[in-house]
């Protein structure tokens, strides 16, 4: 159980449990700002890059294409530790059995896609061909990605419930909010739809970093 004792000074400390947990938990706040920003400082710079028309999963291409592919894994672990913490900071029920492990599955779905680089694509890198071949490693990009998405959209859902159960309207209703917009963008650029469906998607990319953020800074003060 995470306690908060009194310090001989007469100051409230967390205990060591609680420390671990709100660290775990900080993963979480800081998983989207640095995926986005590595992802948004390569879109800006790297030649041939339409960031109306590609995705961000292209730029793992290319002779720069290790910094996205460091980008998903490090994004996918700090990911995986906030669902850890969330499995810890979380009260006993449903939402405690599914939401971390439906979050912890997002995790690894982005290693999964710096792993399985995706296919170059509508002429990126420069030079590329417009068209795109699918190769095994870029089908297994699409599948894992694909779980991964789902995973996130049934988490949000999870937790939409479980805070209309506890009386957080609020809450509900952007986690709700939240997965709907993501399914929706996702089935978008899915479909293969270009210009429009790639920009919502971008949207709903930071939608859904900014939701985690605020989940797990909810969690982070109710660790005690």
């Known amino acids: 159980m995470l306690t908060t004792h009194l310090h001989p000074t007469g100051t409230d400390y967390c205990s060591p449990a609680t420390r671990i947990t709100r660290s ?3 993963y979480g706040l800081i998983a989207g700002p640095f995926y986005v920003v590595v992802s948004l400082a390569q879109a800006l710079t790297r030649e041939g ?3 109306h028309e590609h995705s961000w999963s292209l730029l793992a291409n290319g002779s720069l294409g290790w910094i996205q592919i460091t980008n998903f894994i490090v994004t996918g672990l700090m ?11 979380m009260p006993l029920g449903r939402a405690r059995r599914w939401a971390p492990w439906l979050i912890f599955g997002y995790g ?12 170059p694509a509508r002429g990126f890198p420069a030079g590329a061909a ?14 894992t990605g694909g779980i991964g998405f789902l995973c ?11 805070f209309a159960d506890t009386g ?27 210009g429009p ?15 985690l953020a605020a989940i797990c800074h909810h969690f982070y003060r109710a660790a005690s």
Do not use: K, N, P, Q
């Open 152 to 162: 996130l959209v049934t988490a949000c859902l999870v937790l939409g419930s479980h």
């Open 49 to 51: 890059f339409r960031l």
């Open 197 to 211: 469906a790639t920009v919502v998607f971008v949207a709903a990319v930071l939608l859904v970093w900014t939701w």
């Open 79 to 89: 990911t995986g530790a906030a669902a850890i913490g969330l499995r810890r900071a």
């Open 24 to 26: 775990l938990l900080g």
């Open 130 to 143: 417009e068209g795109t071949t699918v190769s095994w490693h870029g089908m297994a990009h699409l599948m």
């Open 168 to 194: 957080r309207a609020g809450m509900a209703w952007y986690s709700r909010v939240t997965g709907v917009a993501f399914l929706a963008a996702f089935a978008g650029i899915a479909s293969g739809s270009r």
């Open 108 to 119: 690894t779905s982005m290693v999964g896609a710096g792993v399985f680089t995706a296919d």
